[in-house]
């Protein structure tokens, strides 16, 4: 036996945010919500009006079962939606041969013995099964001689025969024991399998095992093994069948079973209750599934999805071993030959790269992150797709409260198929939604513990509302509660009472949680302000809001970007790079950790995000400041003093202004800009690669042809431009020259050659220059290349390579020596009780004391660290130590493997890419005329007008207002909430105080104007405003007060977009279309309907040609606008032409006189 290791590849590792890096680019695998395996009973009306029944078996692999009653009250099986058959035939295939055995299986007939007394009474009534006469054949086969025995049936009488004395004389006379007589209360229940009986043609196993083969195969099956063996190969072998402990907990629960969770393949049992669950169907007695509730549908996540692709690895790696091992015979070879890794590793890249499901992380603000990662889809493969869903999939359904967000779904072909987690949802362990409730037992809540609910368990329970009255110890205060059960809102008495929720914000998600007085908004504006929250770009100087919901600190938690004390400690060094924090530990958290007591951290400066926004975190300590574990020691990237921080608070009036707020405009003072409260940093990645052509090497280089030294002088020896150089559009970022192809030179050529030399015009210039609309400064360069393999580049390597490994052993056994004097230091008391490897090898023996020898011996990496010394204290904490360690190890591990790498390999570079050349741009980026900003409550707009601060409308004490908002953009959008935060924002600021409004259970209209009465502001915020430019009072009040305003992503910066000349399409030669490709502007059918409406002929036909697609045309009328002539005539446009050829590819060949 050859036993080798083989490498299968590499997996990306998740990071501790929840991200992959893939091809150096942050991806989250997003969750996918399907439908979950189990039996599911439908129904559907026939055109006639007849309702018709179904039944679903659906596994996690293997072959569809269904089962659906027609319009003749006939019951049908289907497998893998192919040719039907009569259930009964399904049921004899699996052994419930006769008549008499499906009769006894539903109870629907008596037997009766063939003597003419007992036959007697039953005179009248129906017979419930065919009356066989059976023989056995002998006959000789010609081929081999042998006798053959066949078993014939005859039909002496058919089933619903009415017995009389003609047919009791036949009966008797026949070798029968008993026949069966139809059960008369049981005839009208159970008449759908009477008729099935009589549709089914088959009468034992066989006939029905090869009836079943014929319709599934097509043809009749080669011998009567290969028959019986179809259905027990599709539904009972865990080889082609696997329902999943999923789908086996759901059908145990359907029907009332209890098989094990490990029984995965269906049971006879499984199909006779899913039949006898139809005719109950059929007779009203009891319920359809709905395919939207929570219960039917259970979520994928990334393990889960991964586990599928490893699964799909495999089996094609099985099949390459395979037809390798057929290939060659009788050789003697290795596992390496035989496997090809790269299957599997092929497989989990393209998941990783190309799935629906694995996306670009949005990464624009922390809340973004968050939501992306949180985020539920039904689309994706074995999901639904957007053409296909209809309205009742996208719906809002009961069963999503508190699991599923009913606010944030995205606008457009999407709505409703991605969907968010509720805050305090969580998926168990079958991948079904769970959310939490408190326990009510006789009207007490029990306020200590919560249980978490699946749709399933929730759907008979009776819930009261999170701000339900109760005491202090729990009892409800009312008698009569408001609660909710399935989809219904009835008041019970509070004994019937049995669960209550946790909190008000349990309905939605996160992003719709941080908006204030949400209970106010109408759904839909809610919906676009939880949306557009997670565009909000983030400034450079954030600030929390005034209004918030009491969350905002949580959020900027969980985006696990800031950086947060470890536990108490002083702040001992801090600048705009680093910060120094000393920890007190006592002597055994010492004892176990790894670490020094003075911990440095180093912030993330002006790093790009996946949006070009740009990470920046600050210090948000000082030098000597006590903290404790979980502050924050830094801000920045939308968080400010621990709270996320999307946007900024502004003093707002609402009123129009001399119309530039018409239809959402924005009017916005000057003191916004010029104080930079709505300026945020952008950074843009340029690369270029330098590669290996036919003509030769390409070369990084300052020195360009035919550029001036004016062009250059900011090029460095790579020529890659310096840090902290201005750059605006048409700059050369990256110098680059490839190498030219010859052709005959001129005769100027050859003497300019002559004289400089070869050297002179071998090369063209292929630089990298600044794009079209770009300016920004450089704050960082990189180059990376191969390791360049040259005589002496092995020797070199070598040396290099021996002096790592040798400071690697020196530190792995530093890092042991340590270890090994903290386990002698605790387990001096005790002796062993036995110390094993996970491979169950004895390394230290049961009762040995424990020594620097026997201690050193040991391979720590797999070694068990449970019950070293049988002390339960001790052992935790060797069990912790030993945790430390191997993260220890491991990063020295890693951090030699890197550098051995980089010695060696250089940087990892795709085939043919001999160096790449990275520049990083930073843009500064202000409040402009054109940018779209938003309020919390999609009140959105954009900026109009910046207005100069001594013009804008201002209060009696001469406070300038910083925006002004319509007022119109209020009562049809029906978002009151702005509002609210409005005038609560401005008695904030007045007093000094932030305010938590939790959603559903935020301040009240008497709370509001009780702290605005404090604050001494007019009631509601309502007050007369000034005009700046004349100082006349208007007419009439107007709301004044503190909006939180946020800038989204949508900047004018990134969609202003001109062109006079540019680039053309190839074939009908008209301008290209988007800012991307330089295009022009589409003049288009509608527009051109609009000119000839107004007779504009010449513009018409100068748009339709010139600037269009006539080619001679145009180029004449460049040349007549340099030299000052008249315009030239239109001639033919190419599209024209194209249209011609078009008609000759056709066989028409146009003339034109």
């Not at 078996?57 to 009569?86: C, H, L, Q, S």
């Not at 968050?370 to 797709?385: C, D, N, V, Y």
């Not at 983030?538 to 905002?552: D, M, N, Y």
């Not at 670490?595 to 995000?609: G, Q, V």
């Amino acid at each position: 036996t050859i036993v080798q290791d083989v490498f299968l590849g590499n997996i990306p590792y998740m990071t501790p945010r929840g991200t992959f890096v893939i091809n150096g680019a942050e991806r989250v695998v997003v969750s996918q919500l399907h439908r979950s395996p189990g039996v599911f009973f439908g129904q559907s009306v026939h055109p006639n009006g007849t309702k018709i029944y179904s039944a679903r078996v659906i596994p996690f692999k293997g072959a569809w079962m269904e089962f659906a009653t027609d319009i003749n009250n006939v019951m049908y099986a289907y497998i893998d939606r192919k040719k039907k058959f009569p259930v009964t035939t399904l049921l004899r295939s699996i052994g419930y041969e006769t008549d008499k055995d499906i009769l006894e299986l539903f109870g629907m007939a008596d037997e009766v013995k063939t003597d003419r007394a007992s036959l007697e009474p039953f005179i009248g009534k129906k017979l419930a099964a065919r009356v066989l006469r059976t023989w056995v054949e002998d006959f000789v086969d010609e081929d081999t001689g042998e006798v053959v025995s066949i078993e014939r049936n005859e039909i002496v009488m058919e089933r619903d025969t009415i017995l009389d004395d003609s047919a009791i004389v036949t009966i008797a006379d026949m070798d029968i024991e008993s026949v069966f007589i139809q059960k008369e209360e049981m005839s009208g229940d159970y008449s759908i399998i009477y008729n099935t009986l009589n549709k089914d043609t088959s009468n034992s196993e066989l006939e029905a095992v090869q009836h079943i083969y014929r319709q599934l195969r097509g043809a009749d099956a080669p011998d009567n093994e290969t028959a019986r063996g179809i259905i027990d190969k599709l539904f009972f072998s865990d080889k082609r069948y696997d329902l999943g402990e999923v789908g086996r907990y759901k059908i145990n629960r359907k029907l009332n079973l209890n098989y094990p969770l490990e029984h995965k393949v269906l049971t006879k049992q499984d199909i006779i209750s899913i039949i006898k669950y139809l005719v109950l169907l059929t007779n009203g007695k009891s319920e359809i599934d709905d395919i939207d509730h929570l219960s039917n549908r259970r979520v994928r996540t990334v393990g889960e999805q991964l586990y599928a692709q490893f699964g799909v690895g495999l089996a094609r790696m099985a099949r390459t071993i395979r037809e390798r091992m057929n290939v060659r015979d009788n050789e003697v070879f290795t596992p390496v030959d035989l496997i090809n890794a790269r299957t599997l590793s092929s497989v989990i890249n393209s998941f990783f790269g190309t799935s629906q499901l694995s996306q670009f992380l949005d990464q624009t603000n922390p809340l973004s992150e968050i939501t992306h990662k949180r985020r539920i889809s039904a689309l994706g493969p074995g999901g639904l797709s957007r053409e296909r869903a209809g309205f009742e999939v996208r719906d809002v359904h009961y069963s999503h409260y508190g699991r599923l967000c009913t606010i944030e779904t995205p606008e457009g072909p999407n709505i409703g198929l991605i969907s968010t987690l509720c805050v305090h949802a969580k998926i168990n362990e079958m991948g079904f939604l769970e959310t939490p409730y408190r326990k009510v037992v006789n009207g007490k809540v029990d306020l200590n513990n919560i249980k978490f609910l699946s749709a399933e368990e929730e759907d008979s329970a009776k819930i009261a509302q999170a701000n339900t009255a109760v005491d202090e110890k729990g009892n409800f205060k009312e008698d009569k509660i408001v609660s909710r059960e399935t989809g219904d809102f009835p008041i019970l008495d509070k004994a019937d009472v049995e669960y209550m929720d946790v909190a008000p914000n349990q309905i939605v998600g996160l992003s719709a949680s941080l908006i204030p007085f949400l209970e106010h908004d109408d759904a839909n504006r809610a919906l676009m302000g939880s949306n557009m929250q997670r565009q909000a770009v983030p400034l450079i100087r954030p600030e929390s809001p005034i209004v918030g919901t009491g969350l905002e600190g949580k959020a900027a938690r969980d985006a696990r970007i800031q950086i947060h004390s470890e536990g108490e400690g002083m702040v001992e060094f801090v600048d705009a790079n680093e910060i120094h924090v000393r920890y007190e530990r006592d002597e055994l958290q010492k004892l176990v950790s790894f670490e020094e007591d003075l911990r440095i951290y180093k912030l993330t400066k002006f790093a790009k995000t996946n949006q070009e926004t740009s990470i920046n975190l600050t210090p948000a300590v000082k030098k000597g400041q006590r903290v404790k574990e979980g502050d924050f020691l830094t801000e920045g990237y939308a968080v400010q003093s621990g709270e996320l921080a999307l946007g900024r608070n502004l003093k707002v009036a609402f009123m129009p202004w001399k119309g530039y707020n018409f239809e959402d405009a924005i009017v916005i003072s000057e003191r916004v800009v010029r104080e930079d409260l709505f300026t945020s940093i952008h950074i843009s990645e340029y690369e270029l690669e330098v590669r290996d052509t036919k003509l030769g090497e390409e070369e990084l280089t300052p020195d360009i042809p035919n550029v001036s030294e004016e062009a250059t002088k900011d090029l460095d020896e790579n020529g890659i431009i310096r840090i902290g150089a201005h750059i605006k559009e048409g700059d050369i970022l990256i110098g680059k020259i490839t190498p030219k192809g010859e052709s005959d030179p001129t005769p100027e050529e050859k003497l300019l050659r002559a004289i400089f030399g070869d050297k002179a015009g071998d090369a063209k210039d292929a630089s990298l220059k600044a794009p079209n609309g770009v300016e920004g400064v450089v704050i960082d360069k990189k180059l990376f290349q191969r390791a360049k393999k040259d005589k002496n580049a092995k020797v070199r390597e070598k040396a290099s390579i021996d002096k790592l490994e040798k400071i690697h052993d020196k530190n792995v056994q530093d890092l042991l020596d340590i270890l090994v004097s903290k386990l002698l230091t605790l387990t001096k008391e005790y002796n062993s009780a036995g110390v094993n490897n996970n491979f169950g090898e004895v390394q230290i023996g049961k009762g040995a004391k424990f020594t620097a020898k026997n201690l050193t011996g040991i391979d720590y990496l797999n070694v068990n660290p449970l019950g070293w010394t049988g002390d339960d204290k001790t052992d935790n904490l060797i069990n912790i130590l030993l945790h430390n360690y191997s993260i220890k190890y491991n990063e020295e591990l890693g951090r030699y493997k890197r550098e051995k790498f980089n010695i060696s390999i250089g940087d990892e570079l795709p085939a043919g890419v001999l160096k790449l050349a990275k520049v990083y741009l930073a843009v500064k980026r202000k409040l402009k005329v054109g940018d779209k900003m938003a309020g919390r409550h999609g009140n959105k707009g954009i900026v109009a007008k910046i207005v100069r601060a001594e013009d804008m409308p201002f209060l009696e004490d001469g406070t300038p207002v910083d925006i002004v908002l319509n007022p119109l953009g209020v009562p049809s959008r029906m978002n009151l909430g702005q509002i609210y935060e409005t005038v609560l924002g401005w008695a904030g600021e007045k007093l000094g105080l932030k305010f938590a409004t939790p959603i559903f259970d935020g301040a009240s209209v008497s709370e509001i104007a009780e702290h605005v009465e404090k604050a001494g502001l007019p009631s509601f915020g309502h007050t007369y405003l000034y005009d700046g430019e004349t100082g006349d009072r208007f007419d009439q009040k107007a709301t004044v007060g503190i909006i939180y305003v946020i800038k989204l992503h949508h900047m004018v910066d990134d969609k202003m977009h001109a062109r006079s000349i540019g680039p053309y399409s190839l074939i009908t030669q008209q301008p290209l279309g988007g800012k991307a490709q330089f295009g022009g502007q589409r003049f288009g059918e509608m527009e051109v309907w609009a000119l000839e409406a107004y007779g504009a002929s010449n513009i018409l036909q100068e748009l339709l040609t010139l600037k269009s697609d006539d080619i001679i045309g145009r180029a004449k009328t460049y040349e007549a606008i340099v030299k000052g002539d008249n315009i030239p005539r239109a001639g033919i446009p190419e599209s024209f032409n194209v249209l011609v050829h078009e008609l000759r590819g056709l066989g028409l060949d146009l003339k034109f006189d």
